[in-house]
């Protein structure tokens, strides 16, 4: 009995002094500020450059005035167990060392015209990461307004400190929302499925599909291999009988007179 006491003993000392040499490897867990960080790639780079548009020309509605945005945010270096007020710091991307990724037709976007100011009483209520989340949204209030049915602008903004939360990263975490209200370059249009962009092709394809075919209705195509080889030959076969209807007129063409058309492989 006392040799199984003896081994018992030394067993459990020597667990002990197993976990206090774990502990002692273990790194601190950290206890200060919250990061706040827009997500990224695997490779490091900004999902968000070049990736938020807010187009109000699909809207049949004239009437609505705004809408919203929702950019998403990740708390880095730890969980948040309070609310975090979130900062954001807009400026003009033609300034900065980036600006070659930002779309030069594009104009910078007006506090107060194109959006709701982020210091506004509205806008500092919906600023807040909430406590207990790894990620979580905030809103941009886009504003509707007549010069954006000529001109689409940008909106770009990064995180900054806040009373309770600290920015990753600075100027190089940051995100561009384009805003617009007139047909406009779908963000992921690749030529090699629908030939070249053309607003009077986005056009004709809007008025013969059920389809707005702004950014999320152009991937769910992409990403359908029969519906995209179904879209190419219809929409081939449609311009066919609308240019027979137009007669002297057509063919259909862009504004700067090249001739809209549609390949299928």
């Known amino acids: 009995m006392k040799k199984f006491s003896l081994i018992l003993i030394n067993a459990v000392i020597a667990l002990a002094g197993l976990f206090t040499a774990c502990s002692e490897d273990y790194p601190a867990v950290y206890e200060g500020k919250p990061y706040l960080s827009f997500p990224l790639a695997e490779d490091g780079g900004n999902f968000y450059v070049q990736g938020l548009y807010q187009n109000f020309y699909y809207y049949d509605d004239e009437s609505r005035t705004r809408d919203t945005v929702y950019v998403p945010l990740v708390s880095v270096a730890a969980i948040p167990t309070e609310n975090l007020v979130v900062e954001l710091n807009v400026f003009d991307s033609d300034t900065v060392s980036w600006s070659s990724q930002v779309d030069e037709n594009t104009v910078n976007a007006v506090s107060g015209e194109d959006y709701l100011p982020f210091d506004s009483d509205e806008m500092k209520k919906n600023l807040v990461f909430h406590a207990g989340l790894m990620q979580d949204t905030i809103p941009v209030i886009i ?17 900054a400190n806040s009373e309770n939360a600290l920015a990753a990263d600075g100027e190089d975490n940051r995100v561009v929302i384009y805003i617009t209200d007139r047909l406009s370059k779908p963000s992921n249009w690749d030529d090699y499925y629908f030939g070249a962009y053309g607003d009077v092709k986005l056009d004709f394809m809007i008025r013969h599909s059920d389809l707005k075919w702004n950014s999320e209705d152009l991937q769910s195509v992409l990403d359908d291999s029969f519906l995209t080889s179904y879209y190419k030959y219809k929409f081939k076969q449609d311009l066919i009988k609308e240019n027979e209807a137009l007669g002297a007129d057509g063919p259909l063409r862009e504004a700067d007179g090249t001739v809209v058309s549609f390949e299928y492989y």
């Open 143 to 159: 504003l509707r307004n007549e010069a954006m049915k000529t001109k689409t602008f940008r909106l770009t903004f990064c995180l």
